[in-house]
Every structure is written in C-alpha cells, then in structure tokens.
C-alpha cells in the first residue's frame, strides 16, 4: 500500500517512486488532486481516496502542475473513474491534450544519466503508455481556484515547461511548486527540478517562488515535503549549481 501522510486536515500526500500526488479535501464533501503520477497509478489514486474516505465520484477536480508523464501520467484513466474536471497551465494544455508535442528538456550530463534511469525504470516496470486527456479549465497567473476550503493562487512558473504552474495557499502556508522546486530524500534541502526546457527561466521560477511570504511547508513532486524551515532551506538553495 503506497504510503499515505496527513500535510494539514484537509492535503493529503500519495507518495510514489516517481512523481507524489497530493489529496485534498474540499468543503462540498469533494475531492481534488495535484498531479497524477505515473500511467497506472489510478488504482492507487482512488485506494487513497477510499482510505480517506471518498468514493471515486467524490474527485471533482485534477490539477495537473504540468505535462509530464509522471504528473499527467494517469489524468485521463482519473478523469474515466471519475468525471472530474482537469485543470492544468495554458501553455501545457496543447501537451496534455496531445495536439501539440511537447517540447524537449534541455539536459546536462547528470539529467540525462538520471532521466535514462528513470526510464529504464518505467519500462522495466510495465508503465502502460501515455493516454492525453482533455483540459477543461486553462489556467493563466493570478487566477483563483473554485471551489477549495481556502483562497488559492495560481502562479506561471515557465521553464520546466512552458505552462508549469504552482498554487499557493496563503492561509495554509503551503505551496504546490510543481517540478520547478525539489527536495532531497532527508528533506533538507531544495533543488532545482531537473530536465528544464528552459534552464535559466526555471531558475527565476524557483527563485521567484522561494521569495514568497506565507509558506511554511513545500509540498514538492519529487523528495520530502520541505516542512521544517522551509523558507529557511529555500533561501539557502542553489538552483544555478544544480545539476551542473
């Protein structure tokens, strides 16, 4: 059973190898998701909302922080079990829905050695292939979103990919930063999310999103939710050295 952690009472996190999802509670007995995991982990997905409590057609909303397969990757098979709504960057949304292809990351050396694993991981393992999947909302900065227990702030935070986007919950102190920011296994530290299409942009997003007032806990994709100091470990990161 994939491991299941209380963030707050109401955010959830579903952690996975590759690519944690995040559960939360909305006032109207629902359900959002931030991201998706990888092709095959539904099954997952709705186990964690039964623990919780929640039937499938309990998911209203699918937040998908960007086009990647680990964060898209069971979008559609979600939306099939569901009907919830997908919500997901403007500039994503061709990506995701699959009229467009998606640009390719620009790697250094240690990105494409980690990202061949990565791959040889999913193969090995029998990930099904990626389904696209409508978009019906198309999020643009300083929208909001309907419908959760507190106001939410969608921020643009290109670079990673062209439409990525964080969400901030000023009242919960939390963020959502999408694969713009990472944590090592120990949570002590933030890295800059590897194999940016942009690599100088996501280095703006990151610092952009590490200057942010009212965050306590960073509820990365990738590592250990940065929960203790966090904006302490955001001000000490790096992200121009990473990766290098």
Same mark, same amino acid.
């Given at each position: 059973?994939?491991?299941?952690?209380?963030?707050?009472?109401?955010?959830?996190?579903?952690?996975?190898?590759?690519?944690?999802?995040? #559960?939360?509670?909305?006032?109207?007995?629902?359900? !959002?998701?931030?991201?998706?995991?990888?092709?095959?982990? !539904?099954?997952?997905?709705?186990?964690?909302?039964?623990?919780?409590?929640?039937?499938?057609?309990?998911?209203?909303?699918?937040?998908?922080?960007?086009?990647?397969?680990?964060?898209?990757?069971?979008?559609?098979?979600?939306?099939?079990?569901?009907?919830?709504?997908?919500?997901?960057?403007?500039?994503?949304?061709?990506?995701?829905?699959?009229?467009?292809?998606e640009?390719?990351?620009?790697?250094?050396?240690?990105?494409?050695?980690?990202?061949?694993?990565?791959?040889?991981?999913?193969?090995?393992?029998?990930?099904?292939?990626?389904?696209?999947?409508?978009?019906?909302?198309?999020?643009?900065?300083?929208?909001?979103?309907?419908?959760?227990?507190?106001?939410?702030?969608?921020?643009?935070?290109?670079?990673?990919?062209?439409?990525?986007?964080?969400?901030?919950?000023?009242?919960?102190? #939390?963020?959502?930063?999408?694969?713009?920011?990472?944590?090592?296994?120990?949570?002590?530290?933030?890295?800059?999310?590897?194999?940016?299409?942009? @690599?100088?942009?996501?280095?703006?997003?990151f610092?952009?999103?590490?200057?942010?007032?009212?965050?306590?806990?960073?509820?990365?994709?990738?590592?250990?939710?940065? @929960?203790?100091?966090?904006r302490?470990?955001?001000?000490?990161?790096?992200?121009?050295?990473?990766?290098?």
């Open positions: 059973m994939d491991a299941l952690t209380e963030i707050t009472p109401t955010v959830w996190q579903l952690a996975f190898p590759v690519g944690h999802v995040y #559960l939360v509670a909305l006032p109207d007995d629902g359900y !959002a998701a931030i991201d998706t995991g990888v092709p095959g982990s !539904a099954p997952a997905v709705l186990g964690a909302l039964a623990r919780l409590g929640g039937r499938p057609d309990q998911l209203r909303q699918i937040v998908l922080t960007h086009s990647h397969i680990d964060h898209m990757g069971s979008a559609a098979d979600l939306v099939d079990a569901t009907g919830a709504r997908v919500l997901a960057g403007a500039l994503d949304a061709p990506y995701i829905r699959g009229t467009a292809p640009p390719a990351p620009v790697f250094s050396p240690a990105e494409r050695s980690l990202f061949e694993g990565i791959m040889a991981d999913f193969a090995a393992a029998g990930i099904p292939p990626l389904r696209p999947v409508e978009v019906d909302v198309a999020l643009h900065e300083g929208d909001t979103l309907d419908g959760w227990p507190e106001p939410v702030r969608v921020l643009h935070v290109p670079g990673h990919t062209p439409g990525g986007i964080a969400l901030h919950l000023p009242e919960s102190r #939390l963020l959502f930063p999408g694969d713009i920011i990472g944590a090592t296994p120990d949570g002590t530290r933030a890295v800059l999310g590897p194999g940016n299409v942009a @690599r100088e942009e996501a280095i703006a997003s610092r952009r999103l590490a200057a942010l007032d009212e965050v306590d806990t960073v509820c990365v994709p990738h590592g250990v939710p940065l @929960r203790t100091g966090a302490d470990v955001l001000a000490a990161a790096t992200p121009e050295k990473d990766w290098q």
